[in-house]
């Protein structure tokens, strides 16, 4: 009877983890990074953003923190709940202007949950300047 139940008790403690596990899946799946199409931007052209700003965004900002170091999204996000904003941000390359699309996701509690570009490129070129 003991055997019995100490099996129960571990099938039913791996089928928990495993369930877990999918619903983390699901949930980092959910929020892989989608970037609206350029069309779509509000705030036409984007903008040079202060590059010593974008290296502060972090985890467990909030959105006026997050506002008062990038500035209000470029793109119509909408108004309640809004989990991404999206930028879409210029730097100098040499005699070029290179464009870079940006996103903070916020998590349930509306704090920074992360910061995704979406070329690599846009992130080496902030990262090393």
Same mark, same amino acid.
């Given at each position: 009877?003991? &055997?019995?139940?100490?099996?129960?008790?571990?099938? @039913?403690?791996?089928? =928990? =983890?495993?369930?877990?596990s999918v619903?983390?899946?699901?949930? $980092?799946?959910? =929020?892989?990074? *989608?970037?609206?199409?350029? /069309? $779509?931007?509000?705030?036409? !052209? !984007?903008?040079?953003?202060?590059? @010593?700003n974008l290296r502060?965004? $972090?985890? @467990?900002? #909030? &959105?006026?923190?997050?506002?008062?170091?990038? !500035? *209000?999204?470029?793109?119509?996000? !909408?108004?309640?709940?809004?989990?991404?904003? #999206?930028?879409?941000?210029?730097?100098?390359?040499? #005699?070029?202007?290179?464009?870079?699309?940006?996103?903070?996701?916020? %998590?349930? %509690?509306?704090?920074?949950? @992360?910061?995704?570009?979406?070329?690599?490129?846009?992130? #080496?070129?902030?990262? /090393?300047?």
């Open positions: 009877m003991r &055997k019995k139940l100490i099996g129960a008790y571990c099938k @039913g403690a791996c089928m =928990a =983890a495993a369930l877990l619903a983390a899946l699901a949930k $980092a799946q959910e =929020a892989a990074p *989608v970037f609206p199409p350029l /069309s $779509a931007i509000t705030l036409k !052209g !984007g903008v040079f953003p202060i590059q @010593g502060k965004v $972090a985890i @467990g900002l #909030n &959105k006026d923190q997050t506002r008062d170091l990038l !500035g *209000v999204p470029h793109f119509d996000e !909408g108004f309640w709940r809004v989990r991404a904003w #999206n930028y879409l941000f210029k730097f100098r390359k040499g #005699n070029d202007i290179v464009s870079c699309q940006y996103q903070v996701q916020f %998590d349930d %509690d509306m704090l920074v949950a @992360g910061a995704y570009w979406k070329e690599q490129e846009c992130a #080496n070129f902030v990262a /090393s300047n």
